[in-house]
């Protein structure tokens, strides 16, 4: 297993574009969460699905933003008329309910709109 | 609103010295504790993590202690390496009681250990 995989690394977009990232998780974990971490900041959670159920969006979703995880495997982070507001980096990570080991993050995807 | 905060953005410690790193909480809701730390380009990892029912927990040079009454915790590195340079996140969950997994994170403390 070669932990969590994000697509792709780095994202330059114009602002009003759209943009989707991609979140390939541990194949035995049933959680999958993002979350978004600007400059020296801590990650700010976004939402989370356990299996294909989206159970918690953050206030900080806007209505331009939409998540989906089909089938519980692979999820896509959608952005929709991006906004330099936006930039930043987006972290996926996934975790086995009951876990003590906490959660397992991807390397993320860095966000810049210009 | 900050529920989680690490009032030091920055810490150097000699190499072999302790690292104490510390957490502050809000939320009287979190049970649940962890340690990450970020190298650069990189994600987070998990370094070490406590529950509430606990005050200490130890594995190889870290140690998390947990002060409920103060809503406070704090990591001990010891000793410091080089290779411990990196940011350092404290994170706080509702998980035991609530069932609620999400983490709120601090944000970081940035460690150098000089040679």
């Known amino acids: 297993d070669t932990g969590v995989s994000q697509d792709p690394r780095h994202k330059i977009t114009k602002r009003g574009q759209n943009v989707t990232f991609r979140c390939d998780p541990i194949s035995e974990h049933n959680r999958l969460y993002w979350y978004r971490q600007t400059l020296g900041q801590g990650p700010e959670f976004l939402t989370y699905?356990?299996?294909?159920?989206?159970?918690?969006k953050s206030r900080l979703l806007s209505d331009r933003f939409s998540a989906e995880r089909p089938k519980g495997s692979f999820s896509t982070l959608e952005i929709q008329r991006t906004e330099q507001g936006d930039s930043a980096m987006y972290l996926c990570?996934?975790?086995?309910?009951?876990?003590?080991?906490?959660?397992?993050f991807g390397s993320g995807t860095r966000l810049t709109v210009v | 609103d900050q529920q989680v905060k690490q009032n030091s953005p920055s810490l150097s410690v000699q190499e072999g010295r302790i690292s104490i790193l510390n957490c502050d909480y809000t939320?009287?809701?979190?049970?649940?504790f962890l340690w990450y730390k970020k190298y650069p380009a990189e994600g987070p990892t998990f370094l070490i993590s406590?529950?509430?029912?606990?005050d200490k927990n130890e594995d190889g040079r870290f140690t998390v202690f947990l002060n409920k009454s103060a809503k406070h915790l704090s990591l001990h590195i010891v000793p410091s390496q080089p290779g411990d340079s990196a940011v350092y996140f404290c994170?706080?969950?509702?998980?035991?009681?609530?069932?609620?997994?999400?983490?709120?994170f601090g944000a970081g403390t940035t460690v150098t250990v000089r040679a």
């Open positions: 939320n009287s809701m979190f049970d649940y």
């Open positions: 406590i529950s509430s029912i606990k």
């Open positions: 990570a996934s975790s086995l309910t009951g876990s003590d080991y906490g959660y397992t």
């Open positions: 699905f356990q299996n294909e159920a989206q159970l918690e």
């Open positions: 994170a706080a969950s509702a998980r035991l009681v609530s069932n609620d997994y999400k983490l709120s």
